[in-house]
């Protein structure tokens, strides 16, 4: 065993999760705000219920000071094909945040099954949390 890569993929875990990891931690209530990073006008269309809209364009210290540094904050955008989530969980994490990313982000949420919201909501396994 390496303790280098061992290091590598406890780094990994701890900045990241997968969909399946954000459903269950939502349906156990567990203190997290999920962010789409992306444009307005995408999260009007579709994003996963509950999700806070704050595009990584608009994110500064007065767009978030109302928001609770006590959260872990999970930042998603479309897929792997697109980096306003990285920019998001960036820009939160310099101004105090917990943050993670969302592996897949919107793409793989759906892929797995998941229900989304917005004018082009599409039917799947909804999160049981009261969001």
Known sequence: ????????????????????????ALGKN??????DGRSAAAYAQ????GALSLPHKESCF????????????VCYCDGI???????????????GFQVRELIGGLDWWKRDGYATA??????????NCGC
Do not use: F
Not at 1 to 17: C, G, P, T, V
Not at 46 to 49: A, L, M, R
Not at 82 to 95: I, M, Q, R, Y
Not at 118 to 127: D, N
């Open 118 to 127: 917005g004018a082009k909501g599409q039917a799947g396994t909804e999160i």
């Open 30 to 35: 567990e203190p997290i705000i999920v962010v």
């Open 81 to 95: 094909g697109c980096n306003a989530s990285t920019k998001t969980a960036l820009k939160l994490l310099t101004l």
């Open 62 to 73: 007065n767009s978030t000071e109302s928001l609770d540094k006590s959260k872990r904050y």
């Open 46 to 49: 579709e994003h996963i219920p």
């Open 1 to 24: 065993m390496s303790i280098d890569q061992l290091n590598h993929y406890q780094r990994k875990l701890a900045y990241e999760m997968d969909s399946w990891d954000l459903y269950e």
